[in-house]
């Protein structure tokens, strides 16, 4: 397998198993799922974090470069070259051979 082609089928992968995660991560929160099983037990906690409220900030910071900072981070994208074609029978002859 490619390494282009099999890092689009761990992506995809990653995608579908973050989503099962927080189905069940919802399950716990809401109650509807047992929190303990024969080998684990899932323990809910509250976490604060302190954010800043950009909004608030007077305009001689919040419009002055020389708090902020830019940052430049690669990004991968992957696009599918294959594609998958309709056939229906008009498009094409069945030949057999006797």
């Known amino acids: 397998m490619h390494p282009a ?3 689009q ?5 990653i995608r579908r198993l973050r989503f099962r995660a927080n189905m069940i991560r919802d399950g716990f929160l809401s109650g ?3 929190l303990q099983s024969n080998r684990v037990t899932v323990t809910i906690r ?6 800043i ?8 910071i919040s419009d002055d ?3 902020w900072r ?3 981070t690669p990004v991968l994208t992957v696009q599918d070259h294959a594609k998958v074609l309709e056939c229906t029978e008009e498009d094409f002859e069945v030949i057999e051979h006797w």
Do not use: F, G, I, V
């Open 5 to 7: 082609d099999e890092y």
């Open 9 to 13: 089928h761990l992506k995809a992968e």
């Open 32 to 34: 509807e799922l047992a």
């Open 46 to 51: 509250q976490h604060t974090r302190r954010t």
């Open 53 to 60: 409220r950009r909004e608030k900030l007077p305009p001689d």
């Open 65 to 67: 470069p020389n708090y």
């Open 70 to 72: 830019n940052t430049t």
